[in-house]
């Protein structure tokens, strides 16, 4: 595919130095031969008259073949036309019967041929670059743009794109677009939803954070599992929030400071995590067996 480039050689080079360039020593010889040195040099600079038909007649045909291009576009469109054609079928082979879009059930035939879990991090990326709005479900739209984006028009095609999709995911700012694209696609955009479920935001920070894995994230998940009693769902600007809370703080949040614009849900968990270590950190070092602690428990 793409355009036919038409390689010309220039129409000077066909003439050869001893007609092409003036001998300035010609001039010197006085009129001696003149005529017939006439007829067989032009002046400097100016082809004769069979020159001239010549390079004529070499720049024409460096300008006919224009039917090249024009096949080169039928070509590109040929290929585009047969491309669209494969995607139709495969759109087809998975499309709901009742609904022009790939539902849960097709979904879950389009992970198997791919060889893929639906709830694995490289459908995660799928449904990124298709721009997915909803959760199991790819529209026709969705579909074709994506595929087109990702240049696949075939399973093996496809496959063959995850490799290069799991670097792309790597690159901070490329990242950043996929963390904040994970938030709108957890969210029941029929059901008007502006905060995840506090259950699906843990499952999608476990799948989004696949590949880079923060230190602190463990911690902030099982803080949120203990107090999911008090804690029903995550807003966008706290999941939007955790991202760079992931990227200043240090492992062992010395350096937390509340007086930041953090989220209140941020320093409720850094308060519950310090208790949590500290009472950690007393367990160890307290005797596990014997009279002193039998008698350390009496006291207490």
């Known amino acids: 595919m793409g355009q036919c480039v038409t390689k010309c050689q220039n129409p000077s080079s066909n003439l050869g130095s001893k007609n092409g360039h003036c001998d300035p020593s010609s001039q010197s010889h006085g ?13 400097c600079g100016k082809p004769g008259g069979d020159m001239l038909k010549k390079a ?27 491309s669209s054609h494969r995607l139709e079928g495969l759109f087809g082979r998975y499309k709901d019967e009742r609904e022009d879009a790939i539902l849960e059930e ?44 990702i240049s696949a028009d075939s ?18 700012d490329k990242f950043k677009d996929l963390y904040r694209f ?48 008090e804690i029903v769902s995550i807003s966008q600007d706290t999941w939007n929030m955790f991202l760079n ?11 937390y400071n509340e007086d930041e614009a953090w989220p209140s849900l941020f320093d409720s968990f850094v308060e519950w995590e310090m208790e949590r270590r500290k009472s950690e950190a007393e367990r160890r070092g307290a005797p596990s067996s014997g009279p002193e602690s039998a008698s350390s428990e009496e006291q207490i």
Do not use: Y
């Open 245 to 255: 809370f992931t990227k200043v703080i240090e492992p062992d949040l010395s350096n």
């Open 56 to 82: 004529e007649a070499t720049t024409e045909a460096c300008q006919v073949p224009t039917c090249w291009g024009d096949a080169g576009r039928k070509s590109k469109s040929n290929a585009e036309e047969s």
């Open 31 to 43: 009129r001696r031969g003149a005529g017939r040195h006439e007829e067989l040099q032009p002046p």
């Open 155 to 172: 399973i093996d095609g496809i496959c063959a794109r995850f490799p290069s999709l799991l670097t792309e995911a790597k690159q901070e």
């Open 182 to 229: 994970t938030f709108q696609f957890g969210l029941d955009s029929e059901a008007r939803q502006r905060s995840l479920h506090l259950e699906i935001a843990i499952a999608l920070w476990k799948l989004v954070f696949t590949q880079n894995t923060p230190p602190v994230l463990d911690q902030w998940l099982n803080f949120l599992t203990e107090n999911s009693s």
């Open 106 to 149: 097709g979904m879950d035939r389009f992970c198997r041929d791919l060889g893929v879990d639906p709830t694995e991090f490289r459908m995660l990326l799928l449904a990124w670059k298709f721009q997915a709005a909803t959760m199991c479900k790819f529209t026709r739209k969705e579909f074709f743009d994506g595929c087109e984006g």
